[in-house]
């Protein structure tokens, strides 16, 4: 989702983000808030091409909804696109030169009170009004409640950066609270101080403290956020870094798995890994038992866990063989392409990775992160990573242009539009179709009137009839074509 408009306009009132940080790190979505502009009224007759079944998703039939329909029709679907090097260099440089990543192994060792008050700015934008769950309009006492936990007061001149390991999957927060807040009543699908996911092993800089206690201001690769105090574990540099580096590890295939029950290690019991996932392998004996179960049909693995004293530890715990996991990374190719894009179909959508499930670009990122791919964590980024190939779109390429240019499209190029990201599955019916991760299907019925199907989920959809606002297909309102499984 893109974070390059300010401003959204719905029923003639103006959302405004008071920041385009909060857009590009809650993946504000315009196009979501475009759909519902949408109306039954006439807009130009225009026969429909492909059928509308009862789903009420065009040109979708029951076949479509099996990865091996598409690779059946996908050419080379086992050819290897790019090596393990290829992709390293690639991960590099987006490192490198996307500006909305960040290598946090480059922070140091101490910051400024007015480096961590830039942080804050950062992360803590301003927006108003903010409705609660109920739809009622939560009040200036509360907001004002919020905005003292921050506690720029307490933040010396200059104080040493700490760092840690998330220990669970954890929600990045704009704001020191848990409370969840909508810029609209009927928006409750998008949450106002959701700022993204932490990924179990994921490192952070800590760089601030709540002035209740219960939050950390930390830095991640995403830049800055708040995150609950019990969501990481501190420990010194060297066992932070350590251990995304530490080998032999199993990378998590599915969607998601989970570690097995135990009662003898609850911190690491039934312990969520999402796809893309690399955990390392616990050295352990093979005929030992494993927090009270035997290892040998199981992968053991090691997991950062939180102590009492809020320090780091590792634990192990046992990830099933049978459970979708790799000892490395897929190979790159259209097959595995489609294959893990699959794995998500019908999961509801969740900003920010809210409702244990991820948004438009969380999609995209973690079929391509288990294949060893980095992309950048929103839609704007991924469109316009300069460590990828992408081709750029204007109000000077003509409709013919675009739909060329996508009609040429490889299987897994991305298709960026204000505020949404698709990814191209391959041609049926002389039509290219994508799998995307959004609320809403739009096209014309038969009559030429706006049809408006709530989905809602991640689904498969034909490209060229759906619109992206009230005015402009998806294909005329592209703005980058990204090809992320080539070289510059």
Not at 51 to 74: E, F, K
Not at 83 to 105: C, F, G, L, W
Not at 288 to 317: C, M
Request: aromatic content about 10%; hydrophobic content about 40%; overall charge negative.
């Amino acid at each position: 989702m893109n974070f390059l408009y300010r401003n959204v306009t719905v029923n003639g009132n103006v959302l405004d983000s008071s920041s385009t940080k909060q857009l590009k790190r809650s993946n504000l979505p315009r196009l979501c808030f475009a759909l519902l502009l949408l109306t039954s009224a006439t807009v130009g007759a225009q026969d429909t091409a492909l059928p509308i079944p009862n789903s009420g998703v065009i040109g979708v039939d029951q076949a479509m909804l099996t990865p091996d329909y598409w690779i059946a029709r996908t050419s080379a679907p086992n050819k290897i696109l790019m090596t393990p090097q290829q992709i390293k260099a690639i991960n590099s440089r987006t490192y490198e030169m996307e500006p909305s990543t960040h290598d946090v192994t480059k922070l140091g060792s101490t910051a400024t009170r007015e480096q961590v008050l830039s942080w804050i700015k950062e992360a803590t934008p301003v927006s108003k009004p903010f409705f609660d769950v109920s739809g009622n309009e939560v009040s200036k006492a509360d907001i004002d409640a919020i905005v003292s936990n921050i506690g720029t007061d307490q933040i010396p001149a200059s104080s040493a950066i700490r760092y840690g390991l998330s220990v669970r999957r954890a929600q990045l927060r704009l704001y020191p609270t848990s409370l969840r807040v909508f810029p609209r009543k009927d928006l409750l699908d998008f949450e106002s101080f959701q700022g993204g996911i932490l990924f179990p092993g994921e490192p952070v800089a800590i760089a601030h403290a709540s002035v209740d206690g219960n939050w950390y201001l930390v830095y991640s690769t995403q830049g800055p956020a708040w995150v609950a105090r019990t969501d990481v574990a501190e420990g010194t540099a060297d066992q932070v870094f350590s251990y995304l580096d530490k080998k032999p590890y199993r990378v998590v295939t599915g969607d998601k798995v989970w570690t097995v029950f135990t009662p003898e290690a609850p911190e690491v019991s039934e312990y969520q890994l999402d796809m893309g996932a690399r955990v390392p392998m616990a050295d352990l004996p093979a005929d030992k038992p494993v927090n009270g179960q035997g290892p040998y049909e199981s992968w053991a693995i090691e997991l950062p866990v939180r102590h009492g004293d809020g320090s780091l530890g590792f634990t192990p715990a046992l990830l099933q063989m049978i459970k979708d996991s790799s000892e490395n990374y897929l190979p790159l190719t259209r097959a595995n392409i489609i294959r893990q894009s699959f794995k998500f179909l019908g999961e509801r959508y969740g900003w920010g990775h809210l409702y244990n499930a991820r948004d438009c670009s969380g999609f995209t990122a973690e079929v391509y992160r288990s294949m060893g791919i980095f992309l950048p964590p929103n839609s704007g980024a991924q469109g316009y990573d300069p460590a990828l190939k992408h081709r750029s779109f204007s109000d000077a390429d003509s409709h013919q242009v675009r739909v060329k240019a996508v009609m040429d499209a490889d299987v897994g190029d991305l298709v960026v539009v204000p505020g949404h990201v698709l990814m191209i599955l391959g041609k049926a019916n002389g039509q290219p179709y994508v799998i995307q991760d959004v609320p809403y299907a739009v096209f014309h019925d038969t009559t030429g009137k706006i049809r408006m199907t709530k989905v809602n989920e991640v689904s498969v959809t034909p490209l060229l009839p759906l619109f992206a606002d009230e005015k402009h297909t998806y294909v005329d309102a592209m703005t980058s074509l990204v090809h992320v499984s080539a070289q510059y």
